[in-house]
């Protein structure tokens, strides 16, 4: 009887340790899946970039490249600006409102950011409305939004004191970044 006791008890707990272990134990696993991402301009694509449509909108073109935004306050644009101007003044500060839109165009909060390149990129500040010409530009702290909502941002640049002249490039490129928050 004790026998029979050991015999359905060892049989007991192999098959529980074969419940906990499992049988479809794998090292690993690769798996395709299709998923579609497609590019869109700027002012089609989730983080909308766009000219205001206001007085300032012949420093902006969404034409750059592949419907890219683009921002001319150089000679390049002396057709295109009613004043027929060709740059911003040396030893000066240029500020220009309402210059373009970014607007988050997708399902969930994001926090947006900007990089610059350039040599003289650090004359050049970017502002959320509402945010403009107090120093809390995009490089101090980054914006905000919730979904299906956007901020005109304003430029100024700030050439006092520089040792910048006729024809110097103060900006190459600003690369946004926009991230989910948690």
């Known amino acids: 009887m004790e026998r029979r006791k050991f015999v359905i008890g060892l049989g007991a707990l192999a098959s529980g340790s074969a419940a906990a272990v499992g049988t479809g134990a794998f090292t690993s696993v690769t798996a395709t899946r299709d998923i579609d ?6 002012a089609s694509a989730y983080l909308r970039l766009q000219g205001t449509g206001g007085a300032n909108s012949d420093y902006v073109t969404d034409d750059g490249d592949g419907g890219t935004l683009a921002i ?4 390049s644009n002396s057709g295109s600006v009613s004043g027929g101007g060709e740059g911003v003044n040396p030893d000066a500060v240029t500020e220009i409102d309402d210059l373009f839109t970014v607007e988050n165009q997708g399902t969930q909060e994001v926090t947006v950011s900007i990089s610059k390149s350039g040599a003289n990129s650090g004359l050049v500040s970017f502002y959320p409305e509402g945010e403009a010409y ?10 905000t939004l919730s ?4 901020s005109d941002v304003w430029v100024e640049v700030d050439t006092e004191g520089a040792s910048v002249s006729d024809g110097d490039v103060l900006l ?3 690369t946004f970044t926009a991230e989910a928050t948690p």
């Open 37 to 42: 991402v497609e590019v869109a301009d700027d």
């Open 72 to 75: 001319s306050l150089d000679e």
């Open 134 to 143: 107090t120093g809390d530009s995009f490089a101090d702290s980054d914006l």
């Open 147 to 150: 979904a299906g909502n956007g």
């Open 172 to 174: 190459d490129s600003v």
